[in-house]
Structures are given as structure tokens and as C-alpha cells.
DNA sequence: CCCTTGCGTTACGGTTTTGTGACGGTTGCG
DNA sequence: CGCAACCGTCACAAAACCGTAACGCAAGGG
């Protein structure tokens, strides 16, 4: 494997330097940021393996950075670690409206924000998975984040792109509502089975006339044709 | 799938009895262990499928148990799940790095406690058993939940498909309707035997002129063609 | 050859599962 | 603050599925 590069941005000096430090002696390469703007365009020019992002930073926020990354192509597939300090914005973060792969809340021990790099290093690199998934006449590119129908794009929510994207990674295998609450929505959803249901059907609304992509498998759940 | 034993280690008895009834539900054969000894000792004796294991216990803590684990080849390669209390954070990590295979922060939804259970499991058990039958004209691929005629798709209910697959992993064995009814309808089953007949012939409908796969055995019950 | 037993076949009512439309709550944005 | 988008839940309708019963045929033993 080669060297890994990691892109740190941090305000506090002190606190940057000491995860450089570590990250050093774990073998990683480390480019660093002050800023939110300059960790948008270090990321876009660098294309680091991971990104240690503050949430809270003068001027650009961690989320708004995060946004920006999610947008560009090259950008898009890179994790993050969000850190924060404050217990309500986790929330938000773990939600993944802006794509963070996980966080760490501060205070954390160097010895933490350490180990999830390398979980989150060990989850993506063994193939983070092809970022363009056909099936028939519907095409989904991961990391645009769109879908197609006949080549033409069509507008999904998160969940419902979170929702057909999983069902086309098991491209013909059947997904029970559980599997796919697992994936999907994630482990603590407290949620009802038949709010799968719903989705599928603005899922298949959506679709148009490749609808019939999505299959029910009546007791069982639900499979992408394959 | 036989059913697979979980050890629960924890002090509180409520607790551990809520974690208890949960995975009992959920089909699972549960053993208990309110202290750190006690669970070792179990655990080496029964060799359970997977552990949730609080990590602090009088005597001997979480991490003591984890240890121990490690260092018997018997015990090693069980899937561990801690149990924390909010703000044991280092703890945490440190309990990944002994070997433990994921954790629940308490205070913990039995849900969340119900599915990490299950994904450990999936990804410790072996394959249940080959996803592809072949017998004759006819196929079955479990994972798709699809049957096959002659590489052409017949559409199964949910219970013809499990009559099918029961005879298919028992190929030219003789399977008696009492075997059926528990294997296809569950042990729970207060029905009567002829309605495996029904569905013997439902199923042979639908084989079309595979339909002699499935063949009588007068005085026993059924067989596929072997 | 006849009788008994077991199985195949058909039909039907009830139950379970899924589709569908609608509603209220939340969030982000102007 | 109002608006729009999105999401989770609910209630009802439709469809699929299932278990049971009844009847007649076939098989096998005496």
C-alpha cells in the first residue's frame, strides 16, 4: 500500500499540529489547513485519501466545506471525519446531509481520532465500489450523486437515491425491508418496515416507465432487477 | 440455519434481562453471565456465537473478559459487543482494539442492540449453505429468491419457493410432511398435514413439465428427484 | 376383485401483504 | 415569516396468498 495522505483543517494551532504529529508517526502523508476556503481548494488539488475537518472554522464552516466537496466529482468521494465540539450538531452530521463518513467529538484522545482514520481507510479502500451503477434502463452515478432514466436525468431525494443505490449494489438479490432499513435509514432508525414501502413507491413514480426496475418480492422485500 | 447461541455479560439484572427476552425473540438461544468471571469461564464452555459483554463489571471489567478471549484459540475468533456507558469514549476505542467487533453506547434502543447482533453475525457466518440448487430442469438461486425451468423463470409464492428449497437441500431424501411443516412453516405450526399436499401440487403446477422433479412417496411424504 | 387408505384436485373464504393517496411535522431557504 | 421540499406515518383499497374442506381416483393388500 502505498503512502496515504491525509488533510487536516484545524483553526488551533496547537491542535493541528498535535494530530499532524500523530498522524506523522502513524505513516501518513499531511497536508494541512487553517481555513475552510483553503481546505476546499487543497482538497480539490491534493485529492488527499481522508480529511480531518473541523466543524467549527473562521469564515467557511466545516458543513459548507463539506458541501463544496460533495459537489465536485473528484471531491465527492473522499471521507471525512468531522470534529466537533458541540453534542447537538452530531445530529446532524451522522444524518449525513453532508456526507461525513463519521466523527469524533471533542475532546478526543489523539489515540481515537487515529483508530477511526484507519477504519474509515480500511472501509474505503478496498474498492469504495464503482461509482456508476447500471441496471437496464436506469443509471446512477454515485459520485454526481444523480440518476438516470434513458439517459435522461431525473431528480431523487437522498433517501431515495440512498434507496436504489443500495437496491442496485445487490443488483437482483432480494433486500428485505430490514436489510434495507440497515443501510439505508441506518442502525438506530426506530422506524416503521412500511416507511420502505412509501419510498419505493415515490421511487418507482420517479423511475416513469422503467418503474417495473424495482421488483417486489411479495413476503420477502423488495430487488433491483438483475 | 440452526440457532445460534448468545452470551449476554452484564451486572444489572433489568438490563440483562431486557437484552435476554429481545434475543430470545429473535429466535436465539441466550446464556447469562452477571460477572467478568463468570462470563469467561462460560464462554469457554459453551462457545456461544457471539457475546455482548458490559464493559464495566464488578471484579473483572469488559476489557479483562476481551482479553482473556484473545488469548484462547477456542474463544478468539468470537464476535464480541461491547456495552459502554456514555463518556467512556478511550474505553471504547480501546475495547475495538482488544479484539471487540463493534459497540452500543448506552443508553442503547434494543433495536440498535438486535441489528448489530445480526450484522456480526452475517459477517461471521459461514455461507448458509450454497444460494444455487440444481436438480434436474429445475434451478434455484436463493439469494435472488428466483426459481428456474429449463433457465426460464417461474414465479413461486413464498411458501411454494421454501416448500421447493427444503426438498432441493434434500435431494432424493424423503421428506415426511411433519419435516416439511417444521422446515416451511416453522415449528409453530398448528396446522394440518394436508396442506403441504396443496402446495405439492401448486408447485407442480407451476414446474410445468419439470413437475415430476417432485415425486410421491405413498406412505411417507415427498422427494425430489435426486 | 374389492375395500381401505392415501393422494390429487378443485373451489372458496379469510387473512396477510402490498399499493396508494393523504396528512402533519420538520428543515432549509428566501 | 411564509413557502417549498422532503420525510415518516396512517388508513383504506386492492391484490396475492394461504389453509381448509370436500370429493373422487389410484394404489396396494387381502
Chains 1, 2 share one sequence.
Not at 471525512?80 to 456526507?99: F, N, Y
Request: aromatic share 6%.
Amino acid at each position: 500500500m502505498s503512502t496515504q495522505t491525509v488533510l487536516i483543517v484545524e483553526d488551533e494551532k496547537d491542535i493541528r499540529e498535535l494530530l499532524a504529529f500523530n498522524c506523522r508517526r502513524e505513516g501518513f502523508f499531511v497536508i494541512e489547513a487553517d481555513n475552510g476556503y483553503q481546505a476546499a481548494a487543497l482538497a480539490a488539488e491534493k485529492e488527499p485519501d481522508v480529511i480531518l475537518l473541523d466543524l467549527m472554522l473562521p469564515g467557511m464552516d466545516g458543513l459548507s466545506v463539506c458541501k463544496i466537496l460533495q459537489r465536485s466529482a473528484a471531491t465527492a468521494a473522499i471521507p471525512v471525519i468531522m470534529l466537533t465540539a458541540k453534542g447537538e450538531e452530531i445530529d446532524r452530521i451522522v444524518g449525513l446531509e453532508v456526507g461525513a463518513s463519521d466523527y469524533v467529538v471533542k475532546p478526543f484522545s489523539t489515540r481515537e481520532v487515529m483508530l477511526r482514520i484507519k477504519s474509515v481507510l480500511k472501509r474505503t479502500a478496498p474498492g469504495p465500489g464503482p461509482n456508476s451503477l447500471d441496471c437496464g434502463a436506469v443509471r446512477l452515478d454515485t459520485t454526481r450523486h444523480a440518476a438516470f432514466v434513458d439517459d435522461a436525468e431525473i431528480a431523487l431525494t437522498l433517501t431515495e437515491f440512498r434507496l436504489l443505490e443500495d437496491l442496485l449494489r445487490h443488483a437482483g438479490k432480494v433486500r428485505t425491508r430490514e436489510q434495507l432499513l440497515d443501510s439505508v435509514w441506518g442502525y438506530s432508525f426506530e422506524g416503521y418496515a412500511r416507511t420502505v414501502d412509501t419510498h419505493i413507491r415515490r421511487l418507482r413514480s420517479k423511475l416513469g416507465n422503467a418503474a417495473d426496475t424495482v421488483e417486489t418480492v411479495r413476503g420477502m422485500g423488495y430487488r433491483a432487477k438483475g
